[in-house]
């Protein structure tokens, strides 16, 4: 039975969780239980490996010289050039990089995400409260993070064949996060509804040919 406090503690985490936007796109993520206490935001920093630190570097970078070729395309064609080549080099080796870090023994897959955290699919279930070190691989090179993530919710899902195992959708919030991360996620997430919107849009068109034909 939940205690008082514990309730209001779970509401407290469920409407922090709900502070986001969350968009339902499959993408990977590395799952690793976390033991110990939750750190401060100083000892969370610590943990952060260095490729992570790294990628975030670079990508500012990155960031600086899409700036710089925008300034500078209808000045000179040869240096606009040059810097996007740049670019797409940080780009690629930002992947590269980030991509080394995906260990397939501890990979799920997402049902949504957001800024203020993930809900994946697992096949066993998990303790509420559980704390894991999340690593989160967005698509479209729209960039990776690592932060602590805490199980909030665990909801079964009966499979479409009665043989099959159930599975369960289990709902993490992000409760260390860099600042920076978080507002890549955002990004991320609202890059990914423009997609999913262009592709609907794209796909009541050729549907409104076909009827017409």
């Known amino acids: 039975m939940q205690q008082p406090g514990n309730t209001t503690i779970a509401a407290d985490l469920a409407d922090e969780f709900a502070d986001y936007f969350q968009i339902e796109h499959q993408t990977t993520v590395n799952l690793v239980p976390f033991t110990g ?6 000892g969370f920093l610590r943990l952060i490996p260095d490729a992570f630190k790294m990628t975030s570097e670079l990508s500012q ?3 600086s010289s899409i700036r710089t070729f925008n300034a500078v395309k209808d000045l000179s064609s040869d240096l606009a050039l040059y810097l996007q080549q740049q670019a797409r080099k940080l780009d690629a080796l930002t992947h ?19 800024g203020s ?3 994946v699919w697992m096949d066993e279930t998990v303790a509420q ?11 479209n090179n729209d960039g990776a993070l690592y932060c602590l993530g805490q199980v909030l919710e665990v909801i ?6 009665p043989e099959q195992k159930p599975g369960y959708l ?6 260390r996060i860099r600042d920076e991360d978080r507002d890549m996620v955002v990004r991320a997430s609202l890059h ?3 997609r999913q919107l262009k592709r609907k849009a794209e796909l009541r068109q050729q549907q409104a040919q076909q009827s017409q034909q």
């Open 117 to 119: 955290g993930i809900q």
């Open 129 to 139: 409260g559980q704390v894991y070190e999340v690593k989160l691989f967005l698509d």
């Open 192 to 194: 990914e509804q423009s």
């Open 170 to 175: 289990v709902k993490i919030l992000f409760r």
């Open 96 to 114: 590269y990089v980030l991509r080394s870090q995906d260990d397939p023994k501890q990979r799920f897959h997402t049902f949504s995400y957001g």
């Open 37 to 42: 206490p939750l750190p401060d935001q100083d």
């Open 156 to 161: 079964e899902q009966q499979r479409s064949e």
């Open 61 to 63: 970078l990155n960031n």
